[in-house]
């Protein structure tokens, strides 16, 4: 099988009532490559954490990132670009400070964008992440 779909879920289990049936997952792992989905202020399990503080939501976000990553079979240390939404300026600061330190040393590709707004209002930001995983791991 050339890819692998990580933690399945139907958009229905995340957002009910809102007439959505999508067939989604965390991550796919194709060949080398991992693909993660944009992760956010819901944990693993599908609770809301940092309401109102975008730090805490960032801090949860790359939590996810490492658990996800690791169940792919790559490393923070192989991402190799990050896409990073904030729904208002004022939230860089907060969410980049968190994100860097996660990512220390790794120097990744990233993009930043200000966006209206995310799947859901208490969403801050939510960070997007491709990694490799060295043909050597």
């Known amino acids: 099988m050339t ?49 109102g503080d975008a730090a805490a ?6 939590s996810c990132v490492k658990t996800l990553l690791e169940e792919s079979g790559s490393k923070l240390e192989h991402v190799c670009k990050v896409t990073i939404y904030i729904t208002e300026r004022e939230y860089r600061e907060d969410v980049y400070s968190v994100v860097g330190r996660w990512l220390k040393g790794i120097h990744v590709c990233s ?15 939510e960070i997007d ?3 490799m995983i060295p043909e050597d791991d």
């Open 57 to 62: 939501q960032t801090e949860n976000a790359m």
């Open 129 to 131: 992440v491709e990694a």
């Open 3 to 51: 890819h692998q779909r990580i933690r399945k879920f139907n958009t229905e289990q995340m957002y009910p009532g809102k007439g959505m049936d999508n067939d989604l997952c965390m991550a796919v792992r194709a060949g080398n490559r991992v693909f993660l989905r944009g992760q956010t202020c819901f944990d693993l399990e599908g609770n809301i954490t940092g309401i």
């Open 111 to 125: 993009t930043g964008l200000i966006v209206k707004g995310l799947a859901v209002p208490e969403m801050m930001m």
